[in-house]
């Protein structure tokens, strides 16, 4: 719709095309969470282009940020878009593959519909399924203390983001303000807390308006292999178990249904930044098995779908799961588990 979105790229010294990753976040493209587990620097280690995107309405981009109203299926397809455009970059190969967690996972999963043909596989850390029901209200209440502390301290940002569209508007484009009607129109003057005034405004029993957040409703038309990548003691542990088993069981193709993966170990939300992270909850100490080489488990994955090497990926069991108190990593076949108990 003619937005500019900023976007860094980190790309081998040797030039070239190469397979892309792609994050697109709301917390900074220079400060991206693929940066704090060094994710970024290791893939162009290993011959990836990298491209790091701050979404609509964050830091250096343009337009009005509303959470993940532009990234989904409807009107504004900012992840579609990125994905095709980068697919056609000097530094790209043709072949994308998608990275993130927590609102960058989420940035993936409304992506997934839309299916760009460039895309070839995501991996998604921490991600919803139904963002109505594990974000912004659980059993019909309201989330207060997640989403009035987060939502006004990003607002700020976005405020930020306004303010600085506004200086250039009136210091540069002005003629172009005056042409714009009905007068105000123009997105530089939007509300930038107009998304929270809606989101307590809209009960969760308001289906109509929750349903561009709602990706349960559209895994048939899924057609991208997945590493679901989550962790126990997250807030969105339900909905990667549900993602991996909707689109397992619905996906657009056998090839898709078969290509999803489950990963879960012991952690809470966020990204793999240390060996103390990944062992410890709190007083918890799960010990040396819960530490893995998650970056290892990233080029893993892409070296598979974007460069075609035999990894083991096909092999290996579809779910990978940490046993809390047993300590150990268990291997499944399929969700539930055979011979699961319920107790």
């Given at each position: 719709?003619?937005?500019?979105?900023?976007?860094?790229?980190?790309?081998?010294?040797?030039?070239?095309r190469?397979?892309?990753?792609?994050?697109r976040?709301?917390?900074?493209k220079?400060?991206?969470?693929?940066?704090?587990?060094?994710?970024?620097t290791?893939?162009?280690?290993?011959?990836y282009a990298?491209?790091?995107?701050?979404?609509?309405?964050?830091?250096a981009?343009?337009?009005?940020?509303?959470?993940?109203?532009?990234?989904?299926?409807g009107?504004n397809q900012?992840?579609f878009?990125?994905?095709?455009?980068l697919?056609?970059?000097?530094?790209?190969n043709?072949l994308?593959?998608?990275?993130?967690?927590?609102?960058?996972?989420?940035t993936?999963?409304?992506?997934?519909?839309?299916?760009?043909?460039?895309?070839?596989?995501?991996?998604?850390?921490?991600?919803s399924a139904?963002?109505?029901e594990?974000?912004?209200?659980?059993?019909?209440?309201?989330?207060?203390?997640?989403?009035?502390?987060?939502?006004?301290k990003?607002?700020?940002?976005?405020?930020a983001?306004r303010?600085?569209c506004?200086?250039?508007?009136?210091?540069?484009?002005l003629?172009?303000?005056?042409?714009q009607?009905?007068?105000?129109?123009?997105?530089v003057?939007?509300?930038?807390f107009?998304?929270l005034?809606?989101?307590?405004?809209h009960?969760?029993e308001?289906?109509?308006?929750?349903e561009?957040?709602?990706?349960?409703?559209?895994?048939?038309?899924i057609?991208?292999?997945?590493?679901?990548?989550?962790?126990?003691y997250?807030?969105?542990?339900?909905?990667?178990?549900?993602?991996?088993?909707?689109?397992?069981q619905k996906?657009?193709?056998l090839?898709?249904?078969?290509?999803?993966?489950?990963?879960?170990?012991?952690?809470?939300?966020?990204?793999?930044?240390?060996?103390e992270?990944?062992r410890?909850?709190?007083?918890?100490?799960f010990?040396?098995?819960?530490?893995?080489?998650f970056?290892?488990?990233?080029?893993?994955?892409?070296?598979?779908?974007l460069?075609?090497?035999?990894t083991?990926?096909?092999?290996?069991?579809?779910?990978?799961?940490?046993?809390?108190?047993e300590?150990?990593?268990?291997?499944?076949?399929?969700?539930p588990p055979?011979?699961?108990k319920?107790?």
């Open positions: 719709d003619g937005t500019r979105l900023a976007t860094d790229f980190y790309a081998p010294d040797s030039g070239g190469f397979p892309l990753v792609l994050e976040t709301p917390y900074n220079e400060n991206a969470p693929m940066m704090w587990s060094h994710t970024h290791h893939l162009v280690e290993q011959g990298v491209a790091i995107q701050d979404t609509r309405g964050r830091f981009s343009e337009g009005v940020w509303y959470p993940l109203l532009d990234d989904g299926w009107k900012d992840g878009d990125t994905v095709k455009w697919s056609q970059h000097t530094l790209c043709g994308i593959g998608t990275f993130g967690g927590s609102y960058s996972g989420n993936q999963y409304l992506m997934a519909p839309t299916r760009p043909p460039a895309l070839k596989c995501m991996f998604v850390r921490e991600g139904d963002l109505t594990e974000w912004i209200y659980h059993g019909g209440a309201f989330e207060l203390g997640l989403n009035l502390h987060w939502g006004t990003e607002t700020i940002s976005a405020l983001n303010i600085n506004l200086t250039r508007a009136v210091e540069e484009d003629e172009e303000l005056y042409k009607l009905p007068l105000l129109s123009s997105s003057y939007a509300d930038p107009q998304w005034k809606d989101f307590v405004s009960p969760p308001d289906s109509a308006f929750w561009p957040w709602n990706l349960s409703h559209h895994y048939a038309e057609d991208t292999p997945i590493l679901h990548f989550g962790s126990w997250d807030l969105f542990v339900r909905a990667t178990i549900a993602n991996f088993a909707g689109i397992a996906g657009l193709t090839k898709t249904k078969n290509s999803q993966r489950l990963f879960i170990g012991p952690w809470m939300h966020g990204p793999m930044v240390s060996e992270f990944m410890r909850v709190g007083e918890l100490d010990g040396p098995e819960a530490i893995i080489d970056n290892g488990l990233v080029q893993k994955w892409f070296d598979h779908w460069k075609g090497i035999d083991g990926v096909s092999a290996e069991k579809p779910i990978t799961l940490f046993t809390m108190g300590n150990t990593w268990q291997h499944l076949s399929e969700w055979s011979d699961v319920n107790v």
